[in-house]
């Protein structure tokens, strides 16, 4: 498995693994699990895997546009910036991820940087 | 065949030489600019590995098709080479570069001598490496040569499968099909064109396909190609056999970097380019699909005029740097209009504006960032697509367009009116609602004078706005403005969710009306107002298809709540608790002892005996689950569905078999109704209970259907709660015999299934529509014995037990994390 942790970004694999209005997730040691979703659209967003409510797995959610319900009380989360839509106020940190050639890719530090 | 042509040789000629290797769309695009330029600057030689002069290639597919002939889309014949005293070397590829004495050698043997190289070697189709891939009859789309393959194969008629539902498999389709052979397109995904469409556009697609009488499997993975010598068909991974007698695959291209990595150029993907297309030696150039800039691989011609232009400038006149292209891609299958461009799959902050117009077949959706067009989709009215195209590689402010861009540049840009006022402003004669043919005076005769003051009164009475709802607007702008401060604005039926104006009724009935087939189908004739719904309306959609249509809709995975697809219920800490079937609250030392296996094997935090009759284990982890489920089922258990908006628990008293007061087998008729019902979904969970006599121990009447056991029969309770709001059941009827009991329970649970709004139980349904219709359509033998037969019908398709299928494998990715990062380890 080419997970090369010693460049800028660490691989994922190939987008394909994240089924569309989906997400996948990525557990860090020592650290909190990312989740990585896949719109409808191809769109592709990472989160901390962390309701801003009571830390209900967005992984696990429906994902609809570019948003996600958390699958414990259906909060509203965009994938963009980790906020709660409506009423509910809360925010989960959003965590840099791209996709070159077909393959998912976190930014180092910001999941590095979050590992105690 | 290979042909050499070498203008007349002069010694004193000491220009630098540059060679080309590609006689394609990029090699010989890259010479003409550089001509346009300064004509006299080199010695110019043009390899190619296809024994022709350059020709378009993007005019294949009008040539497979028969609306061209080879002649017609030859770029530059032969005498444009003697012209410029361009050297052709052409059916003889180049097999080596050596970059130290600066030589190209070909397959002949012929070895070139260069000062400047140009790689223009495209790409190569891929094939996917499937048993069967080299059959005679197997072939790919990218040359000539494949095209009069396609063609002597199309002479003879009969079958073909095009593996690839891309731009260029649906090209090749469309090729064939009209030269009469019958087609079939295999696609992996469930969209066509998915790097291009969305679900919406990609529907609309493969309908107007399948109008045209092609074979569209989408979800469609190829196991092997079979035949004996020759090819015969294509066998699908699910098992099905396709018949064909030419295969096309049309999968993909990878770009051609061969002759780069073996010269020991830098090679991503492709060869990697500088912004002047300078590879990592200097004097070698590379240009086309077979070059990767800032990480980029291209497959259109667009971006590749513009690297021509980047190569010529550094040859000639002075390097002006190439920063990349936006692309737009147009299907050229006449007839059918779809056009795409810009990032579908762009980056943060993205909203959508979206128009359907189900009764002209176009959908438009625009992905605006902030005040900028970043992508388009276009189906069906392609005509704004290039404004679009060009206002997004502009990146232009939209604000000013943004409320009607939508409509197209003419609208949009020939000012915006408020549309309440546009509709005040029309003509009595102007039509509102075009499926129906409905006039603006029509419904203000309804409003002002049958006294219509509602939506849906104008509906029940105009039929306006009662089919594909894309007029709702403009009608209630009429309510509004014929009735004024009394109009109430709000629709009385509750719509399913913000992305449509219809209420959940509306909706059931059109799917079936319309023999609607899948979500992005209803979606599009039902305008709704969101690319792909929301957390509502996809469960709620999945639910009425599945429904409608039982064995043939196609399940939705990502439209279910977790607990439906990972068949178990998610608990606050993440983790999943699991609750095997007990038939009617029975279980044995086997299904126990297998119980206290995995509780201890998998560390589950507690077993519990449930409200329901039944164990429940809790805090298994996900990745633990299928196992789980193999130890359940080796003992012969079955998943429970208590995480489903299905049947739920059959609770049974001990009956007429052990107590002394039971005046019928309740324990057997309670296993009998859950064997005849488990695995069926439903608009919400369902309960039943049977209970050997009125003291009713099972609770029977705080059931969605209780029996409650008499010395003379059954009585049959309906729509009974015992959660959020107590509500005992309503009595339905008595009927005398156990079989009449079980047949009436599949009626009911039936008219349930298709009658009941999703997330409603049977509870809010009978008080919504009262108990009197539904006992009418109960005891009425006819329709009693129909809607039996529809349950029956329906289980059918859905007695599998889903845990057995996951325990084998079935939908794997749920239950495993895409990766793993280990910082400590690694760093
Ligand atoms: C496990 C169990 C409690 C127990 O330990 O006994 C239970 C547990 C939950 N119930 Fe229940 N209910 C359980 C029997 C009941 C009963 C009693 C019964 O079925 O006889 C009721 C009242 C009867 C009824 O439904 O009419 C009941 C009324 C509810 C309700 C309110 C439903 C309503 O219509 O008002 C909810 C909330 C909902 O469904 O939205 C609910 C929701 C839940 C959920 C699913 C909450 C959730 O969304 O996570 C709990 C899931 C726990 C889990 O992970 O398994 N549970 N729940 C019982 C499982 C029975 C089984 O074997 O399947
Ligand atoms: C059927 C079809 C339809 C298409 N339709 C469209 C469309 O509608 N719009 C659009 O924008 N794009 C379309 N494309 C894509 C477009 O044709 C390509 O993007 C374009 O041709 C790429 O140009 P190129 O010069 O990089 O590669 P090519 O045109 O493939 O040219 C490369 C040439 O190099 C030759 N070669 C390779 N290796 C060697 C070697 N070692 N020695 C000598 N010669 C070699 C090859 O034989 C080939 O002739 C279509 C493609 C196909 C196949
Ligand atoms: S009563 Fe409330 S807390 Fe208890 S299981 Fe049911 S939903 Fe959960
Ligand atoms: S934990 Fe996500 S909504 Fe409560």
Request: proline share 5%; aromatic share 6%.
């Amino acid at each position: 498995m080419d997970r090369s942790l010693f460049g800028e970004w660490l691989d994922l694999g190939p987008i394909e693994d994240i089924p569309l209005r989906g997400a996948r997730s990525v557990p860090v040691q020592g650290g909190e699990e990312i989740a990585v979703f896949r719109t409808g659209e191809g769109r592709v967003y990472a989160l901390v895997n962390k309701c801003p409510h009571r830390a209900g797995p967005l992984s696990q959610g429906i994902v609809h546009g570019d948003k996600v319900a958390c699958p414990l009380h259906n909060w509203v989360i965009s994938l963009a910036t980790g906020q709660a839509e409506g009423a509910d106020i809360g925010c989960t940190p959003t965590i840099e991820v791209r996709v070159v050639s077909g393959r998912v890719q976190l930014k180092r530090a910001a999941v590095v940087g979050r590992a105690a | 065949m290979s042909r050499h042509w070498t203008p007349p040789a002069d010694p004193a000629d000491a220009r630098p030489r540059l060679v080309v290797i590609g006689n394609g769309m990029a090699g010989c695009r890259a010479v003409e600019e550089l001509l346009a330029r300064d004509p006299d600057r080199y010695r110019i030689t043009i390899i190619g590995a296809e024994p022709h002069v350059n020709y378009n290639r993007i005019m294949l597919s009008p040539l497979l098709a028969g609306e061209k002939s080879f002649d017609e889309i030859v770029i530059n014949d032969a005498g444009w080479y003697e012209e410029n005293k361009i050297a052709l070397v052409s059916g003889d590829p180049a097999v080596a570069v050596d970059r130290r004495a600066k030589r190209v050698t070909t397959r002949s043997g012929a070895a070139i001598p260069y000062d400047k190289l140009l790689l223009a070697t495209g790409s190569d189709p891929v094939i996917i490496p499937v048993p069967g891939h080299d059959l005679p009859g197997v072939v790919a789309f990218r040359e000539l040569a494949d095209v009069d393959a396609m063609l002597a194969a199309a002479e003879d008629g009969g079958e073909a499968v095009v593996i690839g539902g891309g731009l260029l498999g649906l090209e090749a389709a469309h090729g064939l099909s009209r030269r009469g052979m019958r087609v079939t397109v295999v696609h992996l995904m469930p969209t066509l064109m998915e790097r291009q469409l969305d679900e919406a556009a990609g529907w609309l697609l493969k309908s107007s396909l399948e109008a045209r009488g092609q074979t569209i499997l989408t979800s469609a993975s190829t196991r092997e190609i079979y035949g004996g010598g020759r090819v015969e068909g294509v066998r699908l991974e699910d098992g099905r056999e396709v018949p064909a007698r030419l295969v096309v695959m049309a999968v993909g291209i990878r770009p051609n970097a061969a002759l780069a990595r073996e010269a020991g150029l830098e090679v991503g993907r492709g060869v990697v380019v500088d912004d002047h297309m300078v590879t990592s030696d200097p004097d070698v150039l590379a240009v086309g699909e077979c070059a990767e800039h800032r990480g980029q691989c291209y497959g259109l011609v667009a971006p590749i005029w513009d690297m021509c232009r980047a190569v010529a400038d550094g040859l000639t006149t002075g390097p002006r740097p190439y920063a990349g292209s936006a692309v737009s891609t147009k299907l050229k299958v006449s007839g059918i209009d779809v056009f795409s461009a810009g990032d579908l799959a762009g980056g943060a902050g993205c909203e959508d504006i979206v128009l359907r117009d189900a009764a002209r077949g176009v959908y438009k959706r625009l992905i605006v960032q902030g005040e900028r067009l970043v992508g388009a989709v276009l189906y069906g009215d392609t005509e704004d697509g290039n404004w679009y195209f060009q206002l997004l590689r502009e990146g232009a402010d939209i604000a000013p367009l943004r409320d009607n861009i939508i409509f197209g540049r003419a609208f949009a840009e020939g000012g915006a009116a408020d549309p309440k006022d546009a509709v005040a402003a029309l003509p009595d004669e102007a039509e509102i609602c075009g499926c129906n043919g409905v006039c603006k005076g029509r419904i203000i005769a309804a409003i002002a004078e049958q006294g219509a003051a509602t939506l849906d009164d104008v509906r029940a009475l105009t039929k306006a706005s009662a089919s594909c709802g894309s007029c709702t607007g403009p009608v209630e702008a009429l309510l509004a403005s014929t009735l004024g401060e009394s109009y109430a604005g709000e629709r009385a039926v509750r719509t399913m969710c913000k992305c449509t104006s219809f209420g959940h009724g509306d909706v059931r009935r059109e799917i079936v009306a319309q023999g609607m087939k899948s979500i992005p189908e209803v979606m599009h004739k039902l305008h709704w107002a969101t690319p792909d719904g929301c957390a509502s309306c996809r469960p709620a959609l999945n639910y009425y298809l599945l429904c409608a249509w039982p064995g043939d809709y196609a399940d939705d995975e990502q439209s279910r709540f977790v607990n439906e697809r990972l068949h178990a219920n998610i608990q606050k800490d993440g983790t999943y608790s699991v609750v095997p079937r007990m038939w009617g609250g029975i279980t044995s030392p086997k299904e126990l002892r297998a119980i206290a296996d995995v509780v201890e094997k998998y560390d589950a935090k507690m077993v519990k005996v449930t409200g329901g009759q039944r164990l429940d284990i809790f805090g298994i982890r996900k990745e633990d689950l299928p196992a789980v489920w193999a130890d359940l089922n080796a003992a012969g258990m079955v998943s429970g569905h208590a995480y489903g908006k299905a049947l739920r628990t059959v609770k049974t008293c001990v009956g007429s078999e052990w107590c002394r007061f039971g005046t019928q087998d309740s324990t057997g008729l309670g296993v009998r109704l859950e064997q005849m019902s488990w695995g069926s979904w439903m608009p919400h969970k369902f309960k039943m209970a049977v209970s050997g006599c009125p003291r009713n121990c099972a609770e029977a009447t705080i059931k969605d259907f209780g029996v409650i056991c008499v010395d003379s029969g059954y009585e049959l309770h309906v729509g009974g709660n015992g959660g959020i709001r107590l509500r005992g059941t309503d009595l339905l009827c008595k009927v005398e015999t156990e079989a009449e009991a079980i047949e009436y329970c599949a009626a009911f649970v039936q008219l349930y299934r298709e009658e009941a709004h999703y997330l409603e139980r049977t509870a809010p349904w009978i008080e919504r529509v009262g108990i009197e219709p539904i006992r009418a359509r109960i005891l009425d033998p006819a329709s009693r014995g129909a809607l039996a037969e529809r349950f029956r019908q329906s289980q059918r398709h859905s007695q599998h037990d889903p845990w057995a299928q996951r325990a084998r494998g079935r939908d794997r990715h749920l239950h495993h994390h895409l990766a793993e990062v280990r910082p400590k380890e690694n760093a």
